[in-house]
């Protein structure tokens, strides 16, 4: 069965996908396509159900829960860390200052984006490509960014200073990590299929994390100019045990993110978050 799988093209993706992409063990029936896309892109991608499996903003599962189910494994959790709200260094800026600002973010579908609603209410904001909004920020085109990726690691070297991390914020305030990202599927394969396919995905996790070396190498080849040990450290701030599986936590997680944002009126309501399980 050949199958389209989309994911961004950042280490940690790379990282996750190496052993299925390089051929390291044998996927049974199952052949991949993999589709390179930032999450913005990918997001708008599964509101249209272009692709069978792709990596997906958790925000953006709220308009596709229709056709589409969570799988357990693929996650991105921020566990008391995340994306951050930065202004220009010197700029002294608080929480509530931001709420006055034009705010560069990366995308209107991502977890950072809802994240941010939540914080500061409905602000003024324009999309930018993620890996921009960095020296945009700093040109002064923008009083203040919202960074996801490596700008999370590179921000103070890019002159900048951070005015608030959502993943610390959030876990201050409910006492769970916050879920940015995971894998989703079409329901229509029916679960015994996506069962199957989720084994075969934990799999090159798995090995990922087992021959941690060779992933990472595979991984710099999206590195956007990070040096080995940058990478690694951020490949270890998202593929890690949370990856593998959400667990208890990490599912409630998702369930109070999404109806908070539906009380905001930033998502729709849904009822229940379907999981492969």
Do not use: C
Not at 48 to 63: F, P, Q, V
Not at 71 to 96: E, N, Q, R, W
Not at 218 to 237: C, W
Not at 242 to 260: F, K
Request: hydrophobic residues 40%.
């Amino acid at each position: 069965m050949h199958l389209t799988l989309g994911h961004s093209p950042d280490p940690d993706d790379a990282f996750m996908f190496w052993a299925l992409a390089t051929n390291q063990f044998d996927a049974g029936e199952y052949s991949f396509e993999h589709i390179l896309q930032d999450i913005q892109t990918l997001n708008e991608r599964a509101q249209r159900g272009e692709l069978d499996i792709t990596a997906i903003s958790i925000h953006a599962y709220a308009h596709v829960h229709d056709g589409y189910a969570l799988l357990p494994t693929g996650s991105s959790m921020g566990d008391g860390y995340g994306p951050m709200l930065v202004a220009k260094k010197g700029s002294g800026f608080g929480v509530d200052d931001l709420k006055s600002k034009k705010v560069a973010v990366p995308g209107t579908m991502t977890t950072a984006y809802l994240a941010s609603r939540l914080l500061l209410g409905d602000f003024e904001h324009e999309v930018v490509m993620f890996d921009e909004i960095p020296a945009r920020v700093a040109a002064g085109d923008f009083e203040a960014g919202l960074l996801i990726h490596e700008g999370q690691l590179t921000y103070e070297a890019d002159g900048l200073e951070l005015v608030q991390d959502l993943g610390v914020w959030w876990q201050q305030d409910t006492g769970l990590p916050l879920p940015l990202g995971g894998n989703a599927i079409r329901k229509s394969f029916g679960l015994e299929r996506n069962r199957e396919i989720n084994s075969v995905l934990k799999k090159s996790i798995e090995l990922g994390l087992e021959h941690r070396r060779e992933a990472v190498e595979h991984a710099m080849q999206y590195g956007r100019g990070l040096d080995v040990s940058t990478a690694d450290e951020f490949i270890g701030m998202y593929v890690n045990e949370w990856t593998l599986d959400y667990g208890d936590r990490g599912r409630e997680a998702i369930s109070l993110l999404l109806e908070r944002g539906a009380d905001a009126g930033v998502v729709p309501r849904i009822e229940t978050v379907e999981f492969v399980d």
